[in-house]
Structure formats: C-alpha cells, structure tokens
C-alpha cells in the first residue's frame, strides 16, 4: 500500500508534504496542519450524515485494525504508524471491539 501511494505520488508530482488549498485544490509543498485535517473530516462525515464522532485518529485505529485482520503483524503494524512502542499500536487495535455472531448466541434466557 505504502509503496503504491508513494508511486502514484512520485508519477504525479505530488510530495509527501504537499498539501492543497482548499478552495482551489491546487498543489502546494506545505504539510497540512492537523486542525485543517481536522475540519475536513468533519465535513466530510456532515457531508455524509454520519453522526458518529470522527476524528483524525479514528482513522489512524480503523488502518491499525484493518491491517493486523488481514495478517498483518504488530511490529509491522508500529513501524507503519511510526510508534516508539507497540504498547501503543495495540491501543488502536479495534479487533476485539467486534462481537461475533456466535459469541451473542450463547446468551440464553
């Protein structure tokens, strides 16, 4: 994954710390600040109605969670989102936020 977007960043023109201005979309070389990030993932979810609270860390845990279910490793997992320690890769671990099926059927009243 990584490796395709820096391809489709480096085929583009696009560098890691180009951000866009917001009213014109063009291209600029400046990082985008996190409060900016921020706002924009706040209209997006108003934009779709989601009413659940979001934040830019929810898509830090959701890419966390989603890599280690599809056999990814802790270890590759911190280096990715470049924690120090994999005590804090495993807070953004949302595997077992899931209940299964089975695991609600074996309540009995």
Do not use: C
């Not at 985008?32 to 209209?43: C, F, P």
């Amino acid at each position: 994954m990584v490796r395709r977007v820096r391809s489709y960043a480096r085929t583009s023109g696009i560098r890691a710390t180009s951000s866009a201005f917001p009213k014109t979309g063009a291209l600029t070389g400046n990082a985008m600040w996190q409060q900016d990030a921020y706002r924009m993932i706040q209209r997006r979810a108003s934009d779709a109605s989601i009413k659940t609270r979001i934040g830019n860390h929810t898509f830090r845990a959701t890419g966390i969670t989603a890599y280690l279910k599809n056999k990814g490793t802790l270890e590759a997992a911190q280096h990715i989102a470049n924690h120090e320690s994999p005590r804090t890769t495993k807070l953004y671990d949302r595997r077992q936020d899931e209940i299964s099926l089975d695991e609600v059927e074996k309540i009995s009243i």
